[in-house]
């Protein structure tokens, strides 16, 4: 098992800037890959970006490519996403995800264990 805790959403002004992290505890943090995804009220939950256990790889989606980024601390047990320029259309509940498969890191099935969402509301 691994519990995984969101922490650091709240309320911006457009143009302003988040960073959240995803801590981890249980089975061993580097041996997953981790993935953050978001839900906007009546939308489906959608990919953010992901980032391979060594942190070497990281692919994110393309409604914030070059926005935000994504790394991780092994030794901290601690993923992160690092949110630039936000827009009110950032608004939703961001996820931290962990999977041990190496498919891409875009698909969402494959995580095995999920955060409880932590609120991001940008205002204009």
């Known amino acids: 098992q691994v519990q995984l805790v969101e922490s650091g959403g709240g309320l911006v002004q457009a143009g302003g800037s988040l960073r959240l992290s995803c801590a981890a505890s249980?089975?061993?943090?580097?041996?997953?890959?981790m993935g953050w995804f978001r839900e906007a009220p009546g939308k489906e939950r959608e990919f953010v970006g992901g980032i391979k256990w060594s942190g070497g790889t990281t692919d994110y989606g393309d409604s914030v490519k070059g926005r935000f980024t994504i790394s991780r601390d092994n030794a901290k047990n601690t993923a992160y996403l690092q949110m630039n320029s936000l827009k009110p259309e950032d608004t939703a509940v961001y996820y931290c995800a962990a999977k041990r498969s190496g498919r891409p890191l875009e698909i969402k099935d494959d995580y095995d264990y999920w955060g409880q969402g932590t609120q991001v509301t940008v205002s204009s």
């Open positions: 249980g089975r061993t943090f580097s041996y997953y890959h």
